[in-house]
């Protein structure tokens, strides 16, 4: 459990409510969540909130934000979270993002690196590096779910949750999430055709950590996606699928702390 | 009320069945073999024309990548039909306009039809069942809006116009619309349209006057259904044409023994299977069901069918089987409990069920149990006031 005090607050952005957490105190980190939320409730966070203020909003259609119809992928997310670092003033932020958040970090690195220190995406989505019969990302919509659970995790066991133990606010939210990331991410899959061409816009030192054995997007996808990133530097966590942070969580901050301090 | 033939056109050519782990989006068309293809294809049009000789109405529907209904495009077999049929009306149930995504075609096709059967036609339009999505590549967070708003062109293109218009819409753009041909019926063909649990979909379906149709499902549930679209019959006023319309599986047989050898038969559609991840697509249903879902509360209608007997669907009215008056005494009874319905959509072949015995059970039904029913009276609403109005 957390022995910081998380902080939950609202912020109106453009007339769209999202909710925002705020932990710790220090230098700005801006941690954008994967589109499970797993992160929520990982140690790793607490580790982070003894040297920086984390910042963790909840993307319109997650937890409790809103998603007006005119949201409709990571693109319009990063042009939220742009007002949302101008709204609460933040400067020199180190911006973490998680899967669907390292792809939604991506693109708001790509449109303005102004207030941006340093770029962290771990197993991100959000490129197509191959051709139209190439499975860059795994089809996790079209796959068995115990496939996508054993490719995700390098040991799925880790990954089950028992939602017969959840509240409905809770279910209702991981239900959201479900819907939400279907609603941004299913055409084109999981990829944005232009954030490829906008990669090299990208002008502060970024690090792409990997999990080794991450099945829905491999560490060849990983190293592709870095080469687009001018300066960029990629690391593996060993023995980590999909989410380093939570499977690996010692090694994954010994990498992320040699980047960010 | 008016009875209707309907066959998905299966493909029941398949390995057996236990070997198979879908019959839906993703068992390889290499199971097709398109000679089989071609004799049933011929073969459920030329029972559509029997229907259409011994009196029945037509109902045709599509679905895409699976062996329970090969037929894939509803508009080619409803333009056969308007062409080698002359009595009988025509019904697609129907377009799915969401995952189809170009409303103005569909407009096209329907009045192009709709001339070439002289008035012939219902046009109906579905969201799409689950299994859709993923032929379609749709976003299934966004099927219900897709639809409605591909009806509202629909219905505004096949209106006469003085000049083309331009459309702005949500998810369909579209400049100088100006359909030829227009549709043969004034001011346009009877709409249909499909719906189960929301009641705000069959709400809105009742205050278009549209027919609101449903498959399959247990009586209390249809009639709950059924008394939501009266009753905004009375909150929204009634603008002329809608009803109801209600799928159960159909065998007439001369005897109780052979109809329920018939019968058996037509439950190969409620054992078609589907991998787990095609079944309820993220964001397909709402937030509090997919809640349920998580929490193991809320499983398919097929699912749960799937396990009943036989005996069990007929007490339950997804099943009417038995001789002409056995029969007509069934779909009595369900008239009764759902508080009337106006159109009878009897699915009367599917699986294995051959040629001969398909077209006995429809010639039995259009002689001996259709004259029975034809009178029940129509839907009316709830409370008459705004009809009378």
Known sequence: ?261 | MEAWHFTEMPYPNLPPIDSLSTMRVSLSNKHFDPKIGADLYNRYLDEYMIADDVGLNLLCNEHHQTATCIDVAAPLTAAILARQTSKGRICILGNPIANRGDPLRIAEEMAMIDCISRGRLDVGFVRGVPYEIFAANTNPTTTVERLWEGIDLVVKAWAPTDEPFNFEGRFTQRRAINLWPRPYQTPHPGIWITGSSDLENIKRAAGRGFVFATFLQPHEKVKWMFDGYRSAYRDTGLPGGGGTAYMPLVYTADTEAEAEKGAQELTWYLNAKAEPQYRNPPGYVPVEFNVNALKGTFTGRTDAMRKKSMEFLKEEGVMVYGTPDSVAKQIKRLYDLVGGFDHLLMMQQAGWLDHKRTASSMKLFAKEVYPQIRDLARTKPLETRAAAE
């Open chain 1, 1 to 261: 459990m957390s022995t910081n005090e998380r902080k939950k607050t609202s912020v109106k952005l453009g007339g769209v409510t999202l909710e925002v957490e705020r932990r710790g105190s220090g230098r700005p980190l801006l941690l954008l969540l994967g589109e499970e939320h797993l992160e929520l409730d990982a140690p790793f966070v607490d580790e982070l909130a003894k040297s920086f203020e984390v910042i963790i909003p909840s993307a319109p259609g997650f937890g409790h934000s809103e998603r007006p119809d005119w949201i409709t992928g990571p693109d319009d997310i990063a042009y939220m979270y742009l007002d949302l670092i101008d709204t609460l003033s933040l400067k020199d932020v180190t911006v973490v993002g998680f899967s669907l958040g390292g792809w939604i970090a991506a693109e708001l690195a790509t449109k303005n690196n102004g207030a941006i220190s340093k770029l962290v995406l771990v197993d991100a989505y959000g490129v197509k590096i191959g051709g139209p019969t190439d499975r860059d990302i795994m089809d996790i919509w079209t796959s068995n779910p115990t496939k996508v659970a054993a490719a995700k995790w390098a040991d799925p066991a880790k990954g089950e949750r028992d939602f017969t133990k959840m509240s409905d606010d809770e279910l209702t939210i991981v239900a959201r999430n479900i819907e939400s990331f279907a609603r941004f991410c299913w055409e084109p899959y999981m990829h944005n055709p232009k954030l490829k061409q906008r990669l090299h816009l990208i002008k502060v030192p970024t690090l792409l950590i990997w999990g080794e054995k991450d099945g829905i997007v491999e560490t060849r996808y990983g190293e592709a996606y870095g080469k687009l990133i001018p300066g960029s530097r990629f690391a593996v966590v060993p023995g980590a699928g999909h989410y380093p942070h939570l499977e690996a969580p010692q090694a994954f901050m010994t990498t992320l702390r040699g980047f960010i301090g």
